[in-house]
């Protein structure tokens, strides 16, 4: 399942999504945290700068009603009660002020203590109260000795007012100057205005910028003037932190605030987990810094927020799509899954296996379709395979047994040997298919001897079923005590009634009479028998007449043969002289002669096997194309008249000059004291000059190389048997054969000397024996001779 | 058997008689090849072989009769035979040797021929 498409396309898509949503997220990420900080820097910036601006009005607004106080006491000389009713006016009517007073250089009154009203806001009621007190003493308090001393307006740094308030306050102080009758400048009074550091804190909570984050204002001097812990006020900021900070590095914003100018860093902070950011500035009138810290941590909190819930979306995009990819390929692919299982089982054999269902016309269900429909043909054309051996394993079993009973009809089971004192004979039918339409039957009755050979037309069943009917009638109506002739007729009758199919049978059928050697014999369009009489073969001339089975009442003719003692008679169908080579060459009725001639010293049955084997080796590879049957009939040889062993002389010739005229003359000689035919001297004189001039030229012999001659005469025939020792060579095969008949012009020079040997002589054999090379021709006497 | 050969020459006519007399085989044969092209080398219109006394004749006769018949016939003239005996024209009907060569059965044909061959002849 590992290796499945579902789990790779999951793999690979998932990974791919996670990559572009991840790379989205990122950028997203950078560029939101970016434009948030941008905008938190502008916010704070306006959020400090409108603060600021508060700030400096508020402080302003201070400095403003105490100069303007102060300016007035400058020109203007009021009584005491109309000075306490002035300072009464300012505080009652400006809220930011929490108290005032008009602090007379004692110089100038009367009284030693001085005179300093001072009006207040104690809890919402503006108060009086009186500085002129010995306790008190307010020439000694920073805020009147310090002015007097700078001579100029100026904020005091925050203190604890012990005078009045009893609050923690700033000062604003103002010298009032006046000038005397001498144009002299002389101090006249100190006017101040404090203002509650409560105020400034008030202000300076709108500075916030998220949960922890504060602001915070310093005196000149570095005292705290407002903060978030309320402890530190007035404890000088590297005091109250002291632990946490760092130190060098606040003095370093601090003393830049100073100068006027806005810094921001990112430092440990106090009161502030992790890094913070810090801006600090100061304010325009009392040069006091102002910081704003908050936490970069906590302002990012949205955006990592955002960031979470997009990683979860992310993920759940890509559990979906997961999901979605699985059902698709699970639809894509299941089935498949089903298809390859079903497919298993059909290759083991189980055809009837369900198939999955195909929907709609995608390639699966195209591909789903052609698998269901050549489960369905497969199935039917095993299922007609199956019909089809059985019908064809039945056919068979059938025609083997319809084999054996045909070969049952004929005498001894279709290869018959029967001898008796005064002949032998030997049968055998080879149908070319099972059955076939062959036949032989004989019988004896007293010293009548009736053999049959036939042949029905076609092959095959049909060829079968008639020769059955043919044999059944034959051995019926035909006998020993019958003439051949009336026989043939009678039977020609039984066959031709119903027999529409035009089926016809050719047909030999002879009696001998073994008293005197006389075969009758009528012959339907059968081959002509071949006697072999002292070695050479005879094709007998017979009066034959048309197949039976074609025509009604039709004559045969009744041949006479007289046989003698020793003779063969062979009696075979065309199945023989027709038998095809891969050449398309018959075998033919020379072939057939040739053969029966060369068998003749052969016992009948070893012979015919023989000519079986001979038939066989000429067609080679090529099947048998019609059935084949020979019946040999072999009388015994009579000792008084058997043939005497054929006389014979030998000679040697080296291959020296003259060759031909010294064989030609030995030959000429040996014919002549051997008594053979006069007429048969030049043929043998002309086959023998060839043979030996053959081997003389092409042998390849030495001067000395032997050619043996040998030549055998017997009455019927005269056999030349040429050994030499020359290189293998087949002349029958192997030698050049010029093309007869052509005319001058195309004439070849040479090449004729082996069309002479195999005209002029009977049969010639040639054999490869001991490193000879032996070539026997035989010239047949009874047979027409040159002459 | 040997081979003897009589040649004669009707220088009038164009003609060239020879006589063969015994066998034509395998070993007369060269002697008669060598006989023969001297006479086909006259160039006569027709050579003659009279074969009245010829009684036996092999392949290897025929080669040289085929081989001058060749020759003779490139040069546009002929070759004949005449006179031949059956056991002889047996072997030129095995062979189907030369259909085209003209044959004379016997004397009689061969001096009517050359007789129309004289005509023709005068007849140019």
Redo the contacts between chains.
């Keep these: 399942m590992s290796r499945s498409i579902t789990t790779r396309l999951i793999v690979l898509l998932t990974l791919c999504a996670t990559l572009i949503i991840g790379v989205g997220m990122l950028v997203d990420y950078r560029l939101s945290r970016d434009s948030i900080l941008e905008r938190l820097r502008v916010e704070s910036q306006e959020t400090i700068g409108s603060v600021i601006i508060d700030l400096e009005n508020l402080l302003d607004g201070v400095e403003g009603s105490t100069l303007f106080l102060a300016r007035i006491l400058e020109q203007r000389s009021y009584t005491q009660p109309g000075l306490e009713q002035m300072l009464k006016d300012i505080v009652e009517n400006n809220e930011d002020i929490f108290g005032a007073s008009i602090a007379l250089d004692p110089a100038q009154v009367d009284n030693p203590l001085g005179f300093a009203p001072y009006y207040y806001h104690k809890d919402g009621i503006l108060t009086y109260a009186d500085l002129a007190d010995q306790q008190y003493n307010y020439r000694a308090q920073p805020w009147y000795a310090d002015t007097v001393a700078a001579g100029k307006a100026n904020w005091a740094d925050p203190y604890f007012d012990e005078g009045g308030g009893g609050i923690l306050m700033t000062t604003f102080a103002v010298p009032v100057y006046r000038l005397d009758e001498r144009n002299q400048r002389f101090l006249y009074a100190v006017v101040t205005a404090d203002l509650a550091l409560d105020e400034l804190q008030h202000y300076l909570k709108r500075l916030k910028l998220g949960n922890s984050g504060y602001a915070t204002m310093l005196s000149r001097t570095g005292i705290i003037l407002s903060g978030r812990n309320p402890d530190n006020i007035m404890r000088h900021y590297s005091e109250a932190h002291s632990d946490e900070l760092d130190n060098p590095a606040w003095q370093a914003m601090f003393t830049s605030a100073l100068a006027g100018q806005n810094i921001t860093r990112q430092l440990e902070c106090p009161e502030i987990a992790g890094k913070c950011i810090i801006r600090m500035g100061s304010l325009k009138s009392t040069g006091w810094p102002v910081a704003v810290l908050y936490s970069e941590q906590e302002i990012l909190t949205p955006l990592r927020k955002f960031q979470a819930k997009s990683a979860i979306l992310g993920l759940a995009t890509l559990l979906f799509m997961s999901l979605a990819v699985y059902s698709v390929t699970r639809r894509i692919t299941g089935p498949l899954t089903a298809l390859a299982l079903a497919s298993d089982r059909m290759a083991r054999g189980d055809l009837d296996t369900a198939m999955p269902t195909a929907k709609g016309d995608d390639e699966i269900a195209r591909l789903l379709r052609s698998f269901t429909a050549m489960k369905t043909d497969l199935k039917s054309y095993i299922a007609d395979l199956e019909t089809a051996t059985a019908s064809r394993s039945r056919v068979e079993g059938e025609l083997a047994a319809a084999s054996e009973i045909q070969m049952s009809m004929l005498p001894q089971g279709g290869e018959a040997i029967d001898l008796h004192q005064e002949y032998g004979l030997w049968a055998k039918v080879r149908p070319a298919k099972s059955v076939g339409g062959d036949l032989y039957s004989y019988y004896r009755s007293n010293n009548q001897l009736f053999i049959a050979v036939g042949d029905v037309s076609d092959k095959g069943v049909p060829a079968a079923l008639f020769m059955a009917k043919a044999i059944s009638l034959i051995q019926q109506m035909a006998s020993a005590e019958t003439e051949p002739a009336a026989a043939m007729a009678q039977l020609n009758n039984a066959l031709e009634a119903g027999n529409d199919n035009c089926m016809f049978v050719t047909l030999f059928l002879g009696v001998l009479d073994l008293n005197n050697l006389q075969l009758r014999f009528a012959s339907a369009g059968h081959t002509a028998p071949s006697l072999l009489r002292a070695g050479a073969v005879t094709v007998i001339d017979q009066d034959d007449g048309p197949a039976v089975g074609l025509a009604t009442n039709l004559q045969y003719a009744t041949n006479t043969l007289q046989l003698a003692a020793g003779d063969r008679l062979a009696i075979y169908t065309d199945g023989i002289d027709e038998s095809f080579n891969e050449k398309a060459e018959m075998f033919g009725f020379d072939g057939f002669n040739r053969c029966l001639a060369k068998t003749a010293m052969a016992a009948i049955d070893a012979a015919g096997l023989a000519i079986f084997a001979a038939i066989d080796k000429h067609a080679g590879t090529t099947a048998q194309s019609d059935d084949i049957t020979l019946m040999l009939l072999q009388l015994k040889p009579d000792e008084l008249t058997s043939t005497t062993k054929p006389e014979q002389a030998a000679t040697s010739f080296t291959t020296a000059e ?4 010294r064989a ?1 003359d030995w030959l000429q000689q040996a014919l002549e004291s051997l008594g053979a035919p006069e007429d048969t001297h ?1 043929v043998l ?2 086959v023998t ?2 043979i030996i ?1 053959n081997i003389d030229k092409y042998g390849g012999l030495t001067p000395e190389g032997i050619i043996d001659v040998k030549v055998e005469v017997s009455a019927s025939s005269i056999s030349l048997e040429i050994r030499d020792q020359g290189i293998a060579f087949n002349p029958l095969v192997d030698a050049i054969r010029s093309p ?2 052509t ?3 195309s ?4 090449g ?2 082996v ?2 040997v195999t ?2 002589t009977d049969e010639q054999v040639y054999q490869r024996i001991d490193g000879h090379n032996v070539l026997r021709v035989t010239k047949s006497v009874s047979e027409g001779t ?2 | 058997m040997d081979l003897k050969t009589t040649v004669s020459i009707d220088e009038e006519n164009s003609v060239a008689r020879v006589a063969l007399t015994g066998a034509l085989n395998t070993d007369t044969a060269p002697g008669f090849e060598q006989q023969l092209q001297k006479v086909v080398a006259g160039g006569h219109r027709l050579t003659v072989l009279d074969m009245k006394d010829l009684e036996y004749i092999s392949s290897a006769g025929l080669r040289v009769i085929f081989k001058a018949a060749k020759q003779t016939k490139s040069a546009g003239h002929r070759l004949a035979a005449a006179n031949r005996k059956p056991h002889i024209d047996k072997v030129f009907e095995i062979l189907k040797a030369l259909p085209d060569m003209a044959v004379f059965a016997n004397d009689q044909e061969l001096d009517d021929y050359l007789d129309s061959m004289q005509e023709q002849v005068r007849g140019q």
Aim: charged share 20%.
């Design positions: 003259h060759l031909t005229t030609l030049m004189a002309l000059e060839e001039t007869l008949g005319d001058i012009e004439a070849e020079i040479g004729l000397g069309h002479l005209e002029l040159i002459s």
